[in-house]
């Protein structure tokens, strides 16, 4: 789904969609699997629930999992698919995850832990 892109980030293809919610959401088995790939170090027991962060044109924000988010899509916040100019959703656009380090820096950067960071914008 995701592909090496640069040294902070890889690219993959989402279709984006908005929700009513505040928070931004994909499916959470595809969330699990993507946060072990990418997140998840080897060692230990380690949480898969850990927000990935994604960026959409500009934004950065922190995803987290929902079993009523369907497969290969992003649900955003009304707000957000506005600020990233998404037209006639569900509609598939490029998605940067950010790689472990990055989301880390992001998320420290933004005053937020892995736990308390919703689906506000994280970062620039």
């Known amino acids: 789904m995701f592909e090496r892109f640069s040294q ?12 009513d919610g505040t928070r931004a959401l994909m499916h ?4 699990e699997q993507i946060n072990e790939a990418v ?3 080897g060692s ?12 959409l044109e500009n934004h950065h924000f922190a995803v987290h999992g929902d079993e009523n988010v369907p ?12 600020e990233a100019n998404v037209r006639n959703p569900p509609s ?24 308390d960071a919703g689906g506000h914008n994280v970062g620039t």
Do not use: C, F, N
């Open 92 to 115: 598939l656009r490029e998605i940067l995850l950010a790689r472990r380090e990055r989301a880390h820096q992001l998320l420290s950067w933004a005053g937020e832990t892995d736990d």
């Open 8 to 19: 902070g980030y890889y690219l993959g293809r989402l279709y984006v969609t908005p929700t």
């Open 71 to 82: 497969t290969d899509t992003l649900a955003l916040p009304e707000s957000m698919v506005e």
């Open 28 to 31: 959470r088995d595809q969330h």
């Open 44 to 55: 230990g027991v380690e949480r898969l629930d850990t927000p990935l962060v994604m960026k």
């Open 39 to 41: 997140y998840a170090t």
